[in-house]
């Protein structure tokens, strides 16, 4: 059975961090690309970051550069979003997405809340 399970989210004051996980089973994690979307509500779903199968190559939205890290760990099969200097406009659920040309597995996603 595929899974994608995020965790990590949560409230944070302006200013704070928050580190998700996303932690894949039942396919091949090595073999994919990973991304993390977020959708605010309201409005569509975003591209935020996304990472190469190796790890090598990353890319982040422009609001986020400098401020998220996208990483991954094959042997954990587990891909990370480390989210720094957070702002209330990055209050969203945050989707993790395994990408690859046959076909997209996406999470259940993670609340993350940013206000004083």
């Known amino acids: 059975q595929v899974q994608l399970v995020e965790s990590g989210g949560g409230l944070v004051q302006p200013g704070g961090s928050l580190r998700l996980s996303c932690v894949a089973s039942?396919?091949?994690?090595?073999?994919?690309?990973m991304n993390w979307y977020r959708q605010a509500p309201g409005k569509e779903r975003e591209l935020v970051a996304a990472i190469s199968i190796t790890g090598n190559i990353t890319n982040y939205k422009d609001s986020v550069k400098g401020r998220f890290t996208i990483s991954r760990d094959n042997a954990k099969k587990t891909t990370y979003l480390q989210m720094n200097n957070l702002k209330p406009e990055d209050t969203a659920v945050y989707y993790c997405k395994a990408r690859r040309v046959t076909g997209d597995y996406w999470g259940q996603g993670t609340q993350v809340t940013v206000s004083s």
């Open positions: 039942g396919f091949t994690f090595s073999s994919y690309a």
